[in-house]
């Protein structure tokens, strides 16, 4: 199996900043990378797939980037709607394995 | 609007066996795979299996952790997937959520997506 590491576990930001969360793969997994927001008692929601691909109707202040084992996502000017938790998944290989999770708090 | 709606959750004892369904509308629902995904209490996401769509054999995948327990199936005339639940035990106990899959086809590799959520039907496993 696939493991995916997140880094932080928690991040504490105001808003205004730009923050980065980063993903790694325990193997190469060419670009098979998507990244999840979810609020408290909510579904998650898809932000970003392939590794860079915006989903439709997410805000250009979120990015993402990297390929093989290494990704990141990068919210840039956080906004109050942003604080929550960000996972990644990978899709490469079964069974598709999530990250531990990022949760985003007001400093 | 893409809409996925899962019901069926609720208390149940271990070792019993309980169905899940995901009731879809709003896209073609035969072109798509689907996945269910399950977060305990208090902890991240974990994917439990899906089953492709009949163009590419309907075929399943699950997790280690359910393999042999859980089946995943679904009828296209419905709109309809199923998480059937056997032997359930209180580990199992979690939201599940359904998704649709989006397939993206590479020289390299087949891979999907959760393009879209349903808002989780609540499981929980107690005597």
């Known amino acids: 199996d696939i493991q995916m590491t997140q880094s932080p576990s928690s991040l504490a930001a105001s808003v205004g900043d730009r923050v980065t969360i980063t993903c790694r793969a325990s193997q190469s997994m060419s670009n098979c990378l998507n990244w999840y927001q979810q609020k408290p008692g909510k579904a998650p929601k898809l932000l970003i797939y392939?590794?860079?691909n915006l989903q439709s109707e997410v805000p250009s202040r979120f990015s993402g980037r990297g390929s093989g084992t290494d990704f990141t996502l990068t919210i840039t000017s956080l906004q109050p709607e942003d604080f929550a938790t960000y996972y990644c998944?990978?899709?490469?290989?079964?069974?598709?394995?999530f990250g531990q999770g990022t949760t985003l708090v007001i400093k | 609007e893409v809409l996925l709606v899962e019901s069926g959750g609720g208390l149940i004892q271990p070792g019993r066996s309980l169905r899940l369904s995901c009731t879809a509308s709003g896209f073609t629902f035969e072109d798509y795979a689907l996945s269910w995904v399950r977060q305990a209490p208090g902890k991240g996401l974990e994917w439990v299996g899906f089953i492709r769509s009949e163009t590419y054999g309907g075929t399943t995948e699950y997790a280690a952790s359910v393999e042999g327990r859980f089946t995943i199936s679904r009828d296209d005339s419905k709109s309809i997937a199923y998480l059937q639940m056997n032997s359930l035990k209180s580990e199992d106990t979690a939201v599940y959520f359904c998704?649709?899959?989006?397939?993206?086809?590479?020289?390299?590799?087949?891979?999907?997506?959760?393009?879209?959520w349903g808002q989780g039907t609540r499981v929980t496993v107690s005597s």
């Open positions: 392939g590794g860079s």
């Open positions: 998944q990978q899709s490469y290989s079964s069974p598709r394995t």
């Open positions: 998704t649709r899959d989006q397939r993206v086809d590479t020289a390299m590799v087949t891979w999907y997506y959760f393009d879209y």
